[in-house]
C-alpha cells in the first residue's frame, strides 16, 4: 500500500484532517518523508519516526512517535 492509496480511502472530513497535519508536519519538520508503517501514513526524519496519523470508521488518531520530540515541538 502506498499513500495515496490510503488517502484514496478517506472520507472527505478524514482527507481535510490529513492534509491539515501533514502541514503542521511539513512546517515543524520540513526534511521529514511520508510513508507507510503499520498500514498507516507515517512521517519519518533521518530515520527516525516522528508521527503516526490513522483514520478510522469514527475517529481519527495522531501518534507521537517520540517524547523527546513531543517535549521539543511543544
Known sequence: MTVNDYLKN???????EYVRIAKIVEDLVPESEVTI??????????GQYVLYFAAHKTHMSVYPASLDLLKELE
Do not use: E, N, R, V
Open 37 to 46: 508503517t503499520y498500514d498507516i501514513p507515517t512521517w519519518k526524519y533521518k
Open 10 to 16: 478517506l472520507s472527505p472530513p478524514q482527507l481535510s
